[in-house]
């Protein structure tokens, strides 16, 4: 865990109020796991006190030439990306940064996908399935790619209000085999939530096994979680709890999980954000 100053390499704005956000913060990038988030704080803005916690989207390398791109030819990650939606006061005015303005970011923190925990699962599995709602997709790109390179099969089910929900495709299509999207207003894809093909395509193959890699709106993860103790597979769920102060002081973000005969609870910023779905006891 790291506290820098970041610069801002680009700002990009995708569809739906999304933007991409590229920071230049070389010891942070390098440290990155799959799964893991940032806190991020607007220096010098007193209306603006809390960090707001972000999913790691991705980390690049920066060329001699200044422009960045996938890690190679011995190049080091250098670029931490985070994707967000404009959603509060907060995120409107980071759609504002423009390159060479600076940010204060913790990061990485919490302990995101152990690889030693997923690879292994999936490389048990037939196939492993990608379920991501609305902005919950920047938490799943850096493990499908640890996937994609263990030549490991996979499919992304992704789910929104609308298509311009539905950023990131372009990254995800040549790491999965294939796509299935859902929108609530039926502008893309499956009309409804994705949970719904997700819970057919399970139905349809109760004889093989997946491993499901969730992230999303708590109501999604119920019922993807559901899903999967019905059909037996394993599943993780990364949580996206708001927090104070990411650092398990607060406890603002603590989640109810299974105990020994007793409620017990556990904190999203520390002990997750990615937890085993059956650890976690999602009714009230």
Known sequence: MYDEMAQVVENRPLAGRHFLLSLYSPKQARAVRPGQFAMIRLPGRSDVILRRPMSIYDVRSRDLKGGYGLERHGQRPAVLQVLYKVVGRGTR???????????????????????????????????????????????????????????????????????????????????????????????????????????????????????????????????????AERYNHPCLVSMENRMGCALGVCLGCSIRVQGEGHAAYERVCTEGPVFWSNHIVWDP
Do not use: N, W
Request: charged fraction near 20%.
């Open 93 to 227: 005015l980071m759609a504002e940064l423009t390159p060479g303005d600076r940010l204060a970011v913790l990061a990485p923190l919490g302990h995101g996908f152990f690889p030693e925990e997923y690879l292994a699962q999936a490389r048990d599995a037939s196939e492993v399935l990608l379920v991501a709602g609305g902005i919950g997709i920047a938490a799943l790109l850096m493990p499908a790619r640890d996937l994609a390179r263990q030549k490991i099969p996979q499919r992304l089910f992704f789910g929104g209000r609308s298509r311009h929900d539905l950023v990131g495709l372009s990254d995800f299509k040549p790491l999965v085999e294939a796509i299935t999207l859902a929108t609530e207003d039926g502008s893309r894809g499956y009309r409804g939530y994705v949970t719904a093909p997700l819970a057919q395509y399970l139905e349809q193959r109760c004889e093989r096994r997946f491993l499901i890699l969730a992230c999303g709106p708590m109501a999604m993860l119920q019922v993807t979680a559901g899903l």
